[in-house]
């Protein structure tokens, strides 16, 4: 596995976010958490199920607001925009959903032109036709462009989720558990894809996940998220190199598994 | 801090626990949002025209069968029933006129109202239930695309526009059942019987059940987009949205038309 760049700290942060706290009801999910997300880098926020990972990045596309605490986005805070604001903010974000959330009433083609012909409206229908079948060239699926997204694999429809979002050219993209429910073959060409979409595309990333190998093969940097807190904060290898009970059998699970 | 989505949080609402009484104010308040929204961004560009005229295709299409077939069992059984008291009293002649208004001013309308909120309401239901609980909604949410205008408005306004349509239709092939039964027991025609219908029907019976029949597909719209649209708790949360979509459709139909009656009836000398 090649070793992921460091990040470079000194590079315009994109996101930023302080004292952050959700709870949903008395569970209290984000205990003001801080966290900054530097340009071009892909951070991977890692976790055990329902320590509120999704909630996190739900809260930085806008689709639930905080308790407490600022979250800034690209330099706008997200929860004191307008709407039609928050709408322009997420032209510059992408959202790959867990489950692909592909429009299953439409076909492959027709799921990567909505956000394209609504968000774009100068495109000519030549224009838009380029742009899809460039961007599914782009996750190696242009011969599923007539497919509908029940005749697609699990893999096939993550990466077609994120060619979806990839077509209005994010300046940030966030994957909600990319390789989720994948074989391990699935999981490393979904890994390969996160990393030429940092490289060809020059997004900024926040992955999460609690596949490690995700983690170290597309992370530049690891966030650990535990007890509704970041514990460590680092390189791969600085955030495993401790012998921290809570951390420990995280590591020790997924690479002696 | 109000969500920028207005996407109900399950966990949220369970933990606030507000009283049954409480609790249906809020429900109602949320209702008024909905509808204000709709309202609000409904009539407002950009324009989802392709998607309006696919889902008024969709709503006539998915109704139009069983629309026809009750509606002509309607007319006929209608007529059936009703000749035996009229000829009583010698009125028998009174018949098409009889069928052709209590056609347009409460039968067609209701029947239209009732299948189409079983077969559009639960359909709308469950169909915007399954893309909040897949994440279908969030998608458009964060592609920069309004979901309400292009899943709710768009529904809301094909239902409010088909479902008067669908009702004259109703009438008409009622009043093709009713000329069925009337033929096959005396020599009437088919234009003497139609303009002994037509005769007798007014303006207002004409108005009234237009309005009524927009009323009848605004609810349908409605109830079954704000089932569906703010549905939870993965597949038993679609098949909720789509049971209530049909059961709440059809109570408010019936207290609509009940209203309108009275309503209607004023105007009436």
């Known amino acids: 596995m090649e070793q992921k760049k460091q990040t470079d700290k000194g590079a315009e942060k994109v996101i930023e976010i302080k004292g952050l706290m959700k709870s949903f009801g008395n569970f209290h999910v984000l205990k003001g958490i801080d966290l900054d997300v530097y340009k071009g880098e892909n951070l991977v926020v890692l976790g055990k199920s329902g320590t509120g990972k999704s909630v996190l990045i739900k809260i930085i596309v806008g689709l639930l607001t905080p308790d407490a605490g600022d979250v800034k986005v690209l330099g706008q805070l997200v929860d004191q925009i307008t709407y039609k604001e928050l709408l322009e903010l997420r032209l510059k974000v992408g959202f790959s959903f867990q489950n692909s959330a592909l429009y299953d009433s439409m076909t492959v083609r027709e799921n990567l032109e909505f956000p394209l012909v609504r968000n774009q409206k100068n495109l000519t229908k030549a224009e838009v036709k380029h742009a899809v079948e460039e961007m599914l060239d782009a996750v190696g699926l242009l011969n599923t462009i007539n497919q509908m997204p029940s005749e697609l694999s699990g893999g096939q429809r993550k990466r077609i989720g994120i060619a979806r979002t990839l077509i209005l050219r994010p300046e940030i993209m966030l994957y909600d558990e990319p390789t989720a429910g994948l074989d391990p073959i699935t999981c490393l060409e979904i890994n390969n894809l996160i990393n030429e979409v940092q490289t060809r595309f020059h997004t900024s990333s926040i992955v999460i996940t609690h596949d490690l190998t995700c983690a170290k093969s597309v992370g530049n940097r690891v966030a650990m998220l535990l007890d509704g807190q970041f514990q460590r904060v680092g390189t791969f290898e600085e955030v495993f190199n401790t012998n921290d009970e809570r951390v420990k059998p995280f590591y020790d699970y997924n690479f002696i598994q | ?269």
Do not use: H
């Not at chain 2, 025209?49 to 998915?62: A, M, P, T, V």
């Not at chain 2, 059984?77 to 018949?95: D, I, M, N, Y």
């Open chain 2, 1 to 269: 801090m109000e969500s920028k989505t207005e996407q109900p949080l399950e966990q949220e609402k369970e933990v606030k626990g507000p009283g049954r009484l409480s609790r249906m104010f809020l429900t109602l308040y949320d209702v008024y949002k909905f509808i204000a929204r709709f309202f609000k961004e409904g009539f407002l560009p950009p324009y989802e025209l392709k998607e309006l005229f696919r889902q008024c295709y969709e709503i006539g299409y998915r109704s139009a069968l069983l629309i026809s077939t009750t509606g002509f069992i309607t007319g006929i059984v209608f007529t059936k029933q009703s000749r035996p008291s009229l000829s009583e009293f010698g009125a028998t002649s009174w018949l098409p006129s009889l069928v052709g208004i209590a056609l347009l001013r409460t039968l067609a309308p209701l029947l239209t109202g009732l299948i189409a909120a079983g077969k559009v309401g639960s359909s709308i239901g469950a169909e915007l239930g399954s893309m909040r609980v897949t994440e279908q909604i969030d998608a458009m949410e964060v592609s920069a695309t309004n979901p309400f205008k292009f899943l709710v408005s768009t529904r809301v306004l094909a239902a409010t526009i088909t479902i008067p349509i669908l009702t004259f239709y109703t009438a008409m092939v009622g009043m093709c059942g009713a000329l069925l039964n009337v033929s096959l027991s005396e020599n009437t025609s088919a234009k003497a019987f139609f303009q002994s219908s037509l005769e007798q029907i007014t303006f207002l019976d004409f108005t009234a059940s237009t309005i009524k029949a927009i009323l009848f597909g605004f609810t349908i719209g409605v109830v079954g987009c704000y089932q569906g649209y703010n549905s939870s708790k993965g597949t038993e949360g679609v098949g909720k949205a789509a049971n209530s979509a049909v059961v709440i459709a059809m109570f408010l139909i019936f207290i609509e038309e009940v209203v309108s009656v009275q309503f209607f009836s004023l105007f009436r000398t």
